[in-house]
């Protein structure tokens, strides 16, 4: 239990110092150059270190949206698949929930199995 906790809170602490502006002091401007970062020219765009816009108009998304792999897929093949992994998310959130009816099973974490953890990924794979 001791090395969980001290997992969680070297976890939180790192979580925690990306939300904690950086010092911009002229000492650290100059003594943390670093040699491999790339130069942006000031004739490149700023539009072109944005994310690009992953909307679209119309039936089905372009692409560029899904990918390299799924852009091939025929649509009933993607549909297939997200049935398919929305129905083991289902079936692994309902037998979760038959498993902490059991007595004591709160107490000693038997409730929690591996497989069904894993099967709870299918909800966001079904979501796109």
């Known amino acids: 239990m001791a090395r969980l906790s001290i997992l969680l809170l070297a976890a939180i602490?790192?979580?925690?110092?990306?939300?904690?502006?950086?010092?911009?002091?002229?000492?650290?401007?100059t003594t943390n150059q670093v040699a491999f970062a790339p130069k942006i020219s000031s004739e490149q765009s700023s539009t072109t270190l944005f994310a690009e816009d992953m909307t679209?108009?119309?039936?089905?998304?372009?692409?560029?949206?899904?990918g390299p792999i799924m852009s091939k897929m025929p649509s009933s093949t993607l549909a297939i698949i997200s049935m398919v992994s929305l129905g083991v998310c289902?079936?692994?959130?309902?037998?979760?929930?038959?498993?902490?009816?059991?007595?004591g099973a709160v107490e000693d974490g038997?409730?929690?199995?591996?497989?069904?953890?894993?099967?709870?990924?299918?909800g966001p794979l079904a979501w796109g």
């Open 110 to 122: 038997s409730w929690v199995k591996w497989y069904y953890v894993v099967e709870g990924f299918g």
């Open 56 to 66: 679209w108009e119309g039936e089905y998304p372009p692409s560029k949206v899904l």
């Open 13 to 29: 602490v790192a979580v925690s110092t990306a939300f904690v502006p950086a010092a911009q002091t002229a000492t650290r401007a």
């Open 90 to 103: 289902v079936y692994s959130c309902v037998q979760s929930g038959l498993l902490l009816r059991e007595p």
